[in-house]
């Protein structure tokens, strides 16, 4: 038997037993034979082991102050435990809400693909290895799964080598490609993946037809 609480026939025994001594209103001033109050208060409970209750039922049963206290004490318990589940209730909405709210930021944060466009139809054409300092360099998010990049005016289709280096040197991306012409404008449309990289100033270099070579700074942030 489970010294920690009754089952739902056990307990119905019980209330049976009480409210047949509470339908016959036995008086007891003198509380002759009565248990003391943490008696009741464990039966009421259901911390006491049914083997230890059951042998004040036949007083209970015939004890109305005693029933009466019981009920009190089982009414007292009904309403802390209804606390408390609400209590646990309310505490679970509140974790299940902040954990949501962490999800939700975390998905804001997440890099998701994205195309960068990197404009260069009015820049000039630098020949070589070494980018045009006066120009700005093209401002790329390392979320930006892939690019789009107009050639600068005047610019020939065909295919492309498409090197990015970082500052030390480092090759980054290394894609062959066509550029195609849109409404009179070369653009080359690439794949890349630069989450991992840090952010900071790199160099695009666009070769064609394995001569003509041109560099742009690019800022990964």
Request: aromatic share 6%; with cysteine; proline share 6%.
């Amino acid at each position: 038997m489970n010294a920690r609480g009754y089952s739902a026939r056990d307990e119905q025994r019980l209330l049976d037993a009480l409210g047949r001594g509470l339908g016959r209103e036995f008086p007891n001033p003198g509380r002759s034979g009565c248990p003391g109050p943490d008696v009741l208060k464990r039966i009421a409970s259901r911390t006491m082991p049914l083997g230890q209750a059951e042998k004040w039922l036949d007083h209970l049963g015939s004890c109305s102050p005693c029933y009466s206290d019981f009920s009190e004490f089982r009414k007292s318990h009904e309403l802390r435990k209804k606390r408390t589940l609400l209590a646990i209730a309310a505490s679970i909405l509140v974790v299940a809400g902040i954990a949501g709210w962490v999800l939700l930021q975390r998905h804001n944060e997440t890099p998701v693909a994205q195309t960068a466009v990197l404009d260069l139809r009015n820049r000039s054409l630098p020949r070589g290895t070494e980018a045009n300092p006066v120009e700005p360099p093209l401002v790329v998010s390392r979320a930006a799964a892939h690019w789009k990049i107009f050639l600068p005016f005047g610019s020939n289709d065909g295919p492309y080598d498409i090197r990015l280096l970082a500052g030390s040197g480092e090759l980054l991306v290394s894609i062959k490609a066509d550029a195609k012409l849109t409404d009179g404008v070369a653009v080359i449309q690439i794949s890349v993946d630069l989450s991992s990289r840090s952010p900071g100033q790199c160099v695009l270099r666009l070769t064609r037809n394995g001569a003509q070579e041109s560099s742009y700074v690019v800022e990964l942030r």
